[in-house]
């Protein structure tokens, strides 16, 4: 028995010896100028303390450095991937003094950079040097940097394979470069966050393979160019909270992948142009806070845009009746038409859409009375907003199921008022129906208290649809 062990264990030995050995002839070296060009790079970013070559002397292999990936090529190692800062809980963080070394360009197989929260102290991309990473670039970003200064490093165009461009909630300035349009191969544009000025590249509609652009939070200015519909395949256009002015051009329509239009807080104007009927992939449409004077709802067949999800048009000086046709967006969750000019008798239909749950129309000249279910009122709640309409008015047997519509009065308000007379004016009566009167009047007398309710609940509102389906 002795014996039949001491054979099991040396056989094991032999076999643990043999997987070593055929493991160790199948580890591939690593190119030596590869190795130190990498040892280089990521000292000049993370501090002269990291020593390379003592901390990760096999570092595609055995000992793999934080946030770097290898590949093989041509039976040796190289670098693909660098990710520096606090992404992960191991990943490299940046040095107080750091510094982008030339030897990062050496990286000739590089497909992936990114740096997030990394520079303390002001510090400017370099602009030359990007050339030697034409042929393998794919993915740069510069994610949550306020100190990375300066303007858009031109050099960046150079990369002709670059498939994702991320400059994100950095404290970059300046002008958009008209190269842009050299990066022919570019899905993926988010210039979100940052100072940039001036006008959009005409450049831009060139680039047709883009799925998502955002350049949001900028200052950038001027009109939307024409060559905007050459960006067939764009799935996400984000150019809220610029400067951008003029009118809406018919070429939008041209966009007819397109799911997320957000043009919120800018200066557009000149109404609705009737192309957006035909971009009917759209789920979210944001257009609220522009200076579309005169648009009239009328005009636009909304029942093909069967997909829309969320419609914001408040703030926009519309005018006019709101169509029945909006009813007919049968997936429609959130709906904002607040704070224009509109008109006229809501129509009960808006109450059959199926999957409405926010629907904001205070701030109007809406008139008439409300002909909604109570099963509407009481889904709704105060989602549902239509105060600051002076001529509205709800039906008197809603008072007594408790779902009034928050700041509308009663539509026979005025004759229960002169039937009571002096008993109203002393507050004699019944205490229930006075208290719910003066709480009406608080709430329908209050544009401040009704505004920044609105305000409030719609933000919120807002913000949990767009990280929903974003």
Sequence with gaps: MRNFISIQSLLLIILCLYVSAEANTSISPMDKTEQNALYSAIQSLVGKWWNGSDLYPDPCGWTPIQGVSCD????????????IGPI??????????????????????LKSLSFFNCFNYPITVPSENWEKLAGSLESLEFRSN??????????????????????MDNGLTG??????????????????????????????????????????????SGVLPMSIGGLVSLLKLDLSNNLLNGKLPEELGKMKNLTLLDLRNNSFSGGLPQSIVEMVSLEEMLLGNNSLMGGNLMKVGWGNLKNLIMLDLSNLGLT?????????????????????????????KLADMPSVNALYLNGNNLTGELEFSEEFYGKM????????????????????IGHTPLGVKQCNQQASISSSGLKTELGVGNPNQNANFMALHVFSGSAFGGFWWSVLVKVMVIVFFVTLFL
């Design 320 to 348: 006019g009746k709101i169509p029945e046709s909006i009813a007919e967006m049968r997936r429609l969750r959130f709906l904002a038409m607040d704070n224009n000019q509109l008109t006229g008798k809501l129509s009960p």
């Design 175 to 220: 002008e958009l470069p008209a190269n842009l349009g050299n990066l022919a191969e570019l899905k993926r544009l988010v210039l979100a966050g940052n100072r940039f000025s001036g006008r959009i590249p005409v450049s831009l509609g060139g680039l047709t393979e883009l799925l998502i652009i955002d350049l949001s939070r900028n200052f950038i």
């Design 88 to 109: 992960n809980d191991n990943s490299l963080e940046c040095a107080r003094n750091l510094e982008i070394s030339p030897h990062l360009f050496g990286l000739k197989h």
């Design 72 to 83: 093989l090529f041509n039976d040796l190692w190289y670098v693909t991937v660098i990710n």
């Design 381 to 400: 709640g105060r989602r549902f907003a239509v105060w600051s309409n002076p001529n509205l008015c709800y039906p008197v047997g809603l008072l007594a």
């Design 146 to 167: 306020p100190k990375l200064l300066g303007e858009f490093p031109t050099g960046l165009c150079s990369l002709t394979k670059l498939q994702s461009l991320v400059l």
